[in-house]
């Protein structure tokens, strides 16, 4: 089974709905990120957490929430979903605890199309 | 500032060729990390190799290799002999220790096609 799970993995959705993405990990890790890329640009941080209390924001958290829900779990919610929000969206895990600590792994991914 | 320059958009190689996609960085920082991700046509991250600022050994995993050079703020990855499965999306990566793994700043990626 993959350490970094993702759900769904294609969504397809208008303008203006709800949306949450959601990741679960089984590795044990503290930290958790949400990334996004597009085309061209690289991928790009959303937000992140250290733990289930600790959440920041990245580079481009306008238009996003997230929740932590506990350590193994981090979703990611578009209240009002725009069409510049269609992209492929990544989390991501690290474990500060280890001497790896600045390695990130990364989900499947889920393929976000906004109408 | 943090940048990850990886100028190489797209490459295409035959399949036995060797092929090398550059990665320049900028950061003010001491001490940082750099990695490589690849991207197969599937889409999911891989994550391939981490290399502190400390250690400027060359790696070699099989038929890849990293060449990491502080002078020149470049940290270039080779595939030897080239495969159809090495056909992916390959990005360059940088954290700075200081600031902790939340701040990963990627490259923009270089793909690279390996024709049969």
């Known amino acids: 089974d993959a350490d970094v799970t993702q759900t769904p993995r294609n969504r397809i959705t208008k303008t203006g709905k709800r949306i949450m993405l959601e990741c679960s990990q089984t590795k044990g890790h503290d930290r958790m990120y949400w990334y996004r890329q597009d085309p061209g640009l690289g991928l790009r941080l959303i937000y992140y957490s250290f733990d289930v209390k600790d959440i920041n924001k990245g580079e481009i958290s306008d238009g996003y929430s997230v929740s932590r829900q506990a350590q193994a779990k981090f979703s990611l919610s578009l209240e009002s979903a725009i069409p510049n929000q269609t992209a492929l969206y990544f989390c991501?895990?690290?474990?500060?605890?280890?001497?790896?600590?600045?390695?990130?792994?990364f989900g499947p991914g889920t393929r976000l199309t906004v109408l | 500032a943090q940048k990850v320059t990886q100028a190489q958009t797209e490459i295409s190689v035959v399949e036995k060729e060797d092929v090398t996609l550059d990665c320049v960085y900028e950061t003010r920082d001491t001490t940082y990390y750099l990695f490589w991700y690849k991207q197969p046509p599937s889409g999911e991250l891989v994550f391939l190799i981490r290399?502190?600022?400390?250690?400027?050994q060359n790696e070699i995993s099989g038929r890849y290799s990293w060449n990491f050079q502080k002078s020149t703020s470049s940290f270039n990855f080779t595939i030897t002999a080239s495969q159809v499965v090495d056909s992916a999306v390959y990005f360059c990566?940088?954290?700075?220790?200081?600031?902790?793994?939340?701040?990963?700043?990627f490259g923009t990626g270089t793909r690279l096609t390996v024709i049969p």
């Open positions: 990566a940088l954290s700075e220790a200081k600031r902790g793994a939340n701040n990963l700043f």
């Open positions: 290399r502190n600022s400390f250690d400027e």
């Open positions: 991501a895990t690290s474990d500060q605890g280890t001497s790896e600590g600045d390695t990130q792994y």
